[in-house]
Every structure is written in structure tokens, then in C-alpha cells.
């Protein structure tokens, strides 16, 4: 439970003169979920965006499963994307696709070696794992927020990733559709073995989901615990977030 | 999937549609300019070429067959234009034939004319040299309108010494008081005396014509280039010189006439009357008179056919305007 | 006060020339990636032939009826002109050259610029806010490559087939305009048509509308991609797409006229 798959030290990121992330260490071990918790426009999709080489920070140093993401080029960069799933905040379903051909996506660099039936195979299997089989031939402007969210999921698992990013999975939905999303992290951390790095500001989310729990705030990572500890905490900048 | 495939379908006939439209183009230029087709050579020497160019287009007969591939300056005074010709025409045109430059159309490109030549001659093969015939430019144009206007001056020359001396011939205005006679000759010389007034007025017409065409670079000048106004202007040059041969003639005749009727006078056994009444002597007279009202009236007709010729048409017109505008202002 | 405004405007137009030079530069760094990775596999085939079909097959009925009735009306105009000094003979000739060298080519371009420029800049604009090129991005797959470089080649290659059918188009219907006032056979018309044309016509119309759909293909794309400030940013690129390659065609064809004088290839 110790090996650390994203490890984090000294991230700097400013924007003009916003200066958003300020030297942030974080680490993320194997097989766990790690929320990340910070209040709206603090940096925490500008954090896991550099993480995943969208972002180049100014400053600092990424590692992901041994590799430093900072040094590599476009086709290692690749090769490692592959094994991290990304869940936008924004779903970032393409529009002009429908749902199979949106699934099939991420399975193009491996395409001319898989057969069109196993790919259909795959497509299922991930759609199966978020409950929704039937939206297959839909347009994604066809579909509620909460079917688009777990679509962008499924997205997400076809390629059976190593360490999944969400991004505020259930901001914006309502509490029984997030308390699904919330069950399905954690049915797919159950499945897969994935370590999860989870963003968000959701409390429910942190505490059915999160092993444990960083603080994103002025920049760096305040404090990290678990969700008793932090919520028992005295500190006048963490309460707010708990109460 | 099938709807893909679908689409592949229409875009593979968009493509081959703009791919057919390019080639097919290109293929009609190609043919047009012998870019594609196998041709064999043949060359010509000119002494100079108006502005010919690689690329023009060669004809034989008025057919386009080929297109000059090259023209090279060989000294000061010849220039050789090297010409593709189709393979087909390897069994019409013959080596006598004669190459000339010309233009298409009034406006148009130049070309060269292959014509066939006179008598037999083996079939040209590639790198024969053709005889090559001198352009009828504008300038040789105007040099035969000069000349004709030259001639016509020396006709009216003449034509008015026949009048002056039909006009003063002591012998003839005392023919002229026979009462049978004296009708005759006066329309005769009343003819005359027109084909002169004519002829000096076409005389400057010509002149006038001309001048318009050295003025420069007028419709004129181009359409004097043209090859088929100048086998009009040719007749219409050699019907005047018919004329003025007519004329001589005529004072020939006339001038006979009165020598004949001067020695009856002098030499003969009676008065003018006597002599008059001569069957041969009035024969002849009559026959002179009438070879000079033939002659006048050829003369009218031939400047009916120049006023008809469409070089001065549009002076003649203009003339007749003026005319009309100056009897209307009366 | 006027010496302030004075120092203000100076800052405002130095500050705009400045943005325009940016936008310059960013967009020839834009158009040299494109040919940095337009031939390095992998190679997005499958999209670029779709957007061959959306942008070039979709295209043609928008650019034939306007060719169609350019060329219809471009004889309807000439004719009372070539009436007047008797040279209506000439009018295959004329509208061809027109056609073929200026007309044709500029004209399907500018429509072309208006209809594929602006969906470019908006599909790409709005991909772009809406994360989709990001999405695109860590799954492996570089969204350079799988939308732009397949966008510009496809109106690079589709523009000049466009063209040429749309001046064929064209020249139909120049030939019905001439029919209106005379009657002139199909074969006769084409002849004269051709009769005025040389190769050295035709091969810089066609390689100078591949500079048109490059420009079309790469404005869009550059506009799109570059997207920001949301969706109001999305019709921004979208406009913006159309004026900057509709100038940026004007500008080429200049260009190109200056090149095929300098190489005398009308002679
Ligand atoms: N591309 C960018 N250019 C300029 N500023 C940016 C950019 N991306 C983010 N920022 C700024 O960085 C800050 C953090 O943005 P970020 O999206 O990370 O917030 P967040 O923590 O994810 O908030 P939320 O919970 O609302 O999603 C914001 O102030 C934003 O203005
Ligand atoms: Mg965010």
C-alpha cells in the first residue's frame, strides 16, 4: 500500500499575475482513493490537468508509475496516458460522435489490432460496467447530465487505467444520481484495483469515497488526513469545509 | 458503417468527376497546342515573323494539323520557325508545299499557313524545309493602293485629254453638226467627260483611304493584313488597270477615227456630209462611238464594283451622307 | 488632455499592432506544425477521408449554384459591351479566361472560406471550450493531427476539385447565357472557349486553390483551436475564421498573379 503510482513535489503554476498553485507536494499510493479538497477556483483542475501533461507547470516535478511527465515526448507521453483515466469536470463527450463511436475513441491506437467484434465487446463491457447498454446508438445531446457523466466514465474505464483523475464527478448532480457515481468509484476501485485521485468539494463524495484527503489551499497542500481527523480538526481554514 | 461506406461512394465520384474535368481539359489543350500527340517536323525560313510565337498553330488548308514548336533567329535576315505537324498529315502535305504567316481571325493569334504547292512532289518527311511565301503586310497593302492611286491619276490623265481633244478636234465638232451623228457623240463625250469626273473623285477617295491608313493603328490597318480583303483589294487593282487599258484603247480608237476622217477631209472627193455618208467610214465611226460608250460604261461599272468593295464602302457611304446633309441644309 | 489622448491612442494602436503581429507569428508557428506532422504516422485516414465527404462533397451544391450563376450572368453583362464593338464572338473566350483564371478559382474559394472556414472555427472552438480536444488529448490520441492536419489537407485537396468543377459548371452556364441571344452549339462554345485557354491557364488556377484550402483549412482550425472565453469565443472564431481566410485569400491570389507574371507562363 506504500508504492507511490503520482507523486508530487514543489508544483507552481501561475496564471498572469494568479498565482493558483504554489510549490503543492502531494503523493498517491496504489489502490487508494485520495481526495483532493479546495474551494471553487483554488487550482484543483489546474492541478490534476498538470498532472496529465494539459497544464505545463512553471515549476516542480510530476512523476507518474516512475516516469517523470515533465521530460517526455509526445509518443511516451502517449503511452503513459493510456494507463491514466481522466474524468472532466465538463463530461467532454464528443458531440458529433455518438456514444459507441465516443467509447471507441480512446481505443484507436490499438484499433488495427483489435478486431471489430472485440471492440464491440469492449464498448458493451464498459457501458455494462455504468449500467447504461441501451444509450450505445445515442448522440450525447440526447442524454441527462447524469447519463453524460457516466458515460464519460465508461469513457474513461474502456482502456482499464491504472490511476483514474476525476474531476468534481458529481458536481451538479442530483444526490441520488452522485450517490450512484460515488457507488460506481468505488465498485470500480473494487474491481480493477485503480488508485483514484478525486477532486472535489463535495462532502458526501470525500467521505464515501476518499481513503484520504488533502487540503488544496492559497496554492499548496495544506494538510492531509483522513475524514475523521480533518473534520475534528480546530484549523479555521479547514472547518469551513466540514461544516 | 454502411452509411460510411455510403459516403465513400459519393466522394469517390466527386473526386474522379473534378479528377475526369482536369484531365479532359488539359487533354482538349494538349491537343490543341500537339503537347501530347507525336508529331513529325517541319521547318521554314522567314524574313521575318510579325510577332509569331512557340505555341501558335500551324494549318493546312484552313484545318489546324500542328503547332510551331520553336523559332530561332539563324542570321539578320532569316529567321527559321521549326513546326510539330499531326502524323496524320505525313500523306497530304507534299514537300513543294509553302508555308506563310498570317493571323487568325481579325484580331487573333498568328499563325503559319501551309498551303499545298504546284505540280508533284514526294511527300514531306520529318525535317524537310518548306518554301516559305512573303506575308502581304500592311505595308505591301499600302504600297499597291499608292500605285493604284498612281494609275488611276495617269487614267484621268488621259481620259481628260480624250475629252479636251474630242472637245477641240476641229474635225469632229464639225462630225458633231451631222444630225445622224451628233447625238451619239455627245452622250459619248458626255460619257467621257463623267468617267473622268469619276475617276478623279475615286482618285481621292483612294487617296483619302489611304491616308486613313497611314494615320496608324485604325481598324483599317488591321483589316488590310487580313488575307481575304487583300485578294479583294487585288481585284479591285487590276480591274482599275483593265480600265485604263480600255481607255487606251478608246483614244486609240478615237484618235484613228479622226485621222481618217482629217485625210477624207483633206485628200478626200467631197465635204464632210459626202464622206459622212460613206457606209465604211460611218461604220467605223459608229463602232469607234460605240467602243467608247462600252468603255465608259465598263469604267462606271468597274467603279460601282470599287464603291461595293468593302475597303471603300464605308468612304463612300460617308460621302453620301455629306451630300445629303448638304442638300437637306439647302 | 489632447497630448494625453494623443499618448493614448499611440498606446492603443502600438498595443493592436501588436496583438496582430502575435497573431501572425502564432498562426505561421500553426501552419509550420502542420507540416511538421501532416506526414508522420500515425496517420488519421478514416477522418481525413470524412472530412474529405463533409468538406469538399457537402460543399458542391453551395459553390456549383453560385458558379452557375456567376458564369450565367458574367455573359448576361458582358454582352451588350461586346455588342457594342462587335467582338460578341468573343465571349466564350473572355468568359473563359475570366473564368478559369480569376473568377472561378477566387469566387469558390470566398464561398468555400464562408461555409467551411466558419464550421471549422466553430466545431473546433467549441470542442475546444467544451474540453474535447483535452479529452482527446490524454486519450492518446493527438487532437493536432486527428483535427486539424485532417481538416486542412481535406480543403487542401478538396478546394482545387471543387474548383474545377465549379468552373465547368461555370462555363455551362456561361454557354446558356449565351444562348439566350444567340444560339451557339454546346461543342461550338467549348471550342472557342478552349481555343483561347493553354495549359500554362489552368495549372496556376488549380495550385493556387491548394494555397486557398490550405489557408481556409488552417485559419479555421487555428481560430478554432485557439479558442478561448467560452461560447462567445466560439462565434468569435467562427467570424473570424471567414474574414481572416477570405483576406488571406485575396492576399495569395495577388501573390500567385505576381508569380505566374514573373514566370511569363502566358506566353
Ligand atoms: N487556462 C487558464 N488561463 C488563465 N487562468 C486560468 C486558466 N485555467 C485556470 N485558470 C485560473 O486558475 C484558477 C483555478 O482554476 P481551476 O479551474 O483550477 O479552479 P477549480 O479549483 O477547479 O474550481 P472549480 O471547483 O470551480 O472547478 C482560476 O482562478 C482560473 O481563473
Ligand atoms: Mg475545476
Known amino acids: 500500500m506504500n508504492e507511490s503510482v503520482i507523486s508530487i513535489r514543489g508544483l507552481s503554476k501561475t496564471f498572469g499575475t494568479n498565482r493558483v498553485l504554489d510549490h503543492f507536494d502531494l503523493v498517491l499510493h496504489r489502490g487508494e482513493n485520495l481526495a483532493v479538497l479546495g474551494k471553487s477556483g483554488s487550482g484543483k483542475s489546474v492541478l ?24 517526455l515526448n509526445r509518443e511516451e507521453l502517449d503511452d503513459i496516458r493510456v494507463k491514466i483515466g481522466f474524468l472532466f469536470q465538463s463530461n467532454a463527450l464528443y458531440d458529433s460522435m455518438t456514444v459507441r463511436d465516443n467509447l471507441e475513441f480512446p481505443l484507436r491506437r490499438h484499433s488495427f489490432r483489435l478486431a471489430p467484434a472485440e471492440v464491440n465487446h469492449m464498448v458493451m463491457e464498459a457501458l455494462r460496467n455504468v449500467g447504461l447498454e441501451h444509450a450505445v446508438d445515442m448522440m450525447p445531446a440526447e442524454l441527462s447530465g447524469g447519463m453524460r457523466k457516466r458515460i464519460a466514465l465508461a469513457r474513461t474505464l474502456i482502456l482499464k487505467p491504472e490511476i483514474i483523475l476525476y474531476d468534481e464527478p458529481t458536481t451538479g448532480l442530483d444526490p441520488i444520481t452522485s450517490l450512484e457515481i460515488i457507488n460506481l468509484i468505488n465498485a470500480i476501485r473494487g474491481k480493477f484495483g485503480t488508485s483514484s485521485l478525486i477532486i472535489t468539494h463535495d462532502l458526501k463524495c470525500v467521505k464515501l469515497t476518499a481513503d484520504r484527503i488533502a487540503m488544496l489551499i492559497d496554492g499548496h497542500c495544506h494538510v492531509t488526513g483522513d ?11 479547514i472547518s469551513p469545509f466540514f461544516s | 458503417m454502411q452509411n460510411q461506406a455510403f459516403n465513400t461512394v459519393k466522394l469517390g465520384i466527386f473526386v474522379l468527376t473534378g479528377l475526369f474535368l482536369l484531365i479532359l481539359s488539359l487533354y482538349i489543350l494538349g491537343k490543341n497546342r500537339n503537347l501530347f500527340g507525336v508529331g513529325f517536323e517541319l521547318k521554314t525560313h522567314f524574313e521575318e515573323v510579325n510577332g509569331l510565337v512557340t505555341g501558335n498553330n500551324v494549318r493546312y488548308a484552313g484545318i489546324d494539323v500542328g503547332s510551331v514548336t520553336g523559332v530561332d533567329i539563324l542570321n539578320d535576315t532569316v529567321i527559321e520557325v521549326a513546326m510539330s505537324i499531326d502524323r496524320k498529315m505525313r500523306d497530304i502535305i507534299r514537300r513543294n508545299a509553302v508555308a506563310a504567316l498570317g493571323t487568325d481571325g481579325l484580331v487573333g493569334n498568328r499563325v503559319v499557313n501551309i498551303s499545298p504547292g504546284k505540280g508533284e512532289a514526294p511527300f514531306a518527311v520529318s525535317g524537310d524545309q518548306l518554301a516559305s511565301r512573303k506575308e502581304v503586310s500592311t505595308e505591301n497593302m499600302l504600297q499597291t493602293l499608292s500605285r493604284t492611286n498612281e494609275n488611276i491619276a495617269v487614267i484621268t490623265a488621259e481620259l481628260r485629254e480624250v475629252v479636251h481633244r474630242i472637245n477641240t478636234s476641229a474635225q469632229l465638232s464639225e462630225l458633231l453638226n451631222d444630225r445622224t451623228m451628233s447625238a451619239d457623240l455627245k452622250a459619248s463625250a458626255e460619257n467621257l467627260r463623267r468617267a473622268t469626273a469619276k ?54 480608237h478615237i484618235d484613228e477615227a479622226a485621222k481618217m476622217v482629217n485625210e477624207n477631209l483633206q485628200y478626200g472627193q467631197g465635204p464632210a456630209n459626202a464622206l459622212l455618208r460613206d457606209s465604211l467610214l460611218t461604220y467605223r465611226l459608229h463602232t469607234t462611238l460605240e467602243n467608247v460608250e462600252k468603255g465608259t460604261a465598263a469604267f462606271s461599272e468597274n467603279m460601282e464594283a470599287l464603291k461595293q468593295n468593302f475597303l ?5 457611304r460617308k460621302l453620301e451622307k455629306a451630300k445629303k446633309k448638304e442638300t437637306e441644309s439647302r | 488632455m489632447p497630448g494625453l489622448s494623443k499618448w493614448n491612442a499611440v498606446m492603443i494602436i502600438s498595443k493592436n499592432s501588436g496583438v496582430f503581429l502575435q497573431e501572425i507569428g502564432e498562426l505561421s508557428r ?10 508522420r504516422p500515425r496517420y488519421e485516414f478514416r477522418e481525413f477521408i470524412r472530412q474529405c465527404f463533409v468538406i469538399g462533397y457537402k460543399s458542391l451544391p453551395l459553390t456549383g449554384l453560385t458558379a452557375f450563376i456567376m458564369g450565367l450572368v458574367l455573359t448576361m453583362q458582358l454582352h451588350p459591351s461586346m455588342i457594342y464593338y462587335g467582338v460578341e464572338s468573343l465571349i466564350p473566350s473572355m468568359v473563359g479566361i475570366a473564368i478559369v483564371r480569376e473568377v472561378g478559382p477566387v469566387l469558390t474559394a470566398l464561398i468555400f472560406a464562408g461555409k467551411i472556414g466558419s464550421s ?74 478552349f481555343d483561347s485557354l493553354v495549359v500554362a491557364d489552368i495549372i496556376p488556377a488549380v495550385i493556387k486553390t491548394f494555397f486557398f484550402g ?25 467570424n473570424s475564421a471567414v474574414v481572416v481566410s477570405s483576406v488571406m485569400i485575396f492576399i495569395l491570389d495577388l501573390v500567385v498573379v505576381q508569380i505566374t507574371d514573373l514566370m511569363n507562363l502566358y506566353d
Request: aromatic share 10%; with cysteine; charged share 20%.
Open chain 2, 199 to 252: 475617276a478623279s473623285d475615286l482618285m481621292s477617295q483612294a487617296s483619302g483611304t489611304l491616308s486613313l491608313a497611314y494615320e496608324g493603328e485604325g481598324a483599317l490597318a488591321t483589316l488590310l493584313t487580313d488575307t481575304a480583303l487583300a485578294g479583294d483589294l487585288r481585284v479591285a487593282v487590276q480591274k482599275i488597270s483593265e480600265v485604263e487599258e480600255s481607255a487606251d484603247r478608246l483614244v486609240l
Open chain 3, 30 to 39: 500553426f501552419a509550420a506544425r502542420f507540416w511538421r506532422e501532416w506526414l
Open chain 1, 48 to 71: 490534476i490537468k498538470c498532472i496529465i501533461g494539459l497544464i505545463r507547470p512553471d515549476e516542480g516535478n510530476i512523476e507518474v508509475l516512475g516516469q517523470n511527465m515533465l521530460n
Open chain 2, 312 to 316: 471603300f464602302r464605308r468612304y463612300f
Open chain 3, 120 to 193: 471549422i472555427g466553430a466545431e473546433l472552438g467549441s470542442m475546444k471550450v467544451t474540453e474535447q480536444i483535452d479529452a482527446m488529448e490524454v486519450s492518446g490520441t493527438n487532437p493536432f493531427k486527428y483535427l486539424v492536419v485532417t481538416r486542412t489537407a481535406a480543403s487542401m485537396v478538396m478546394l482545387p476539385i471543387l474548383v474545377i468543377i465549379s468552373d465547368s459548371i461555370s462555363l455551362y452556364g456561361s454557354y446558356l447565357g449565351n444562348n439566350i441571344y444567340e444560339r451557339t452549339t454546346f461543342i461550338l462554345f467549348f471550342r472557342q472557349v
Open chain 1, 227 to 237: 475524514f475523521e481527523g480533518l473534520r475534528s480538526s480546530s484549523d479555521e481554514r
Open chain 3, 214 to 238: 490550405f489557408a481556409v483549412g488552417i485559419i479555421g482550425c487555428f481560430k478554432g483551436y485557439f479558442t478561448d472565453k467560452g461560447t462567445e469565443g466560439v462565434g468569435r472564431a467562427a
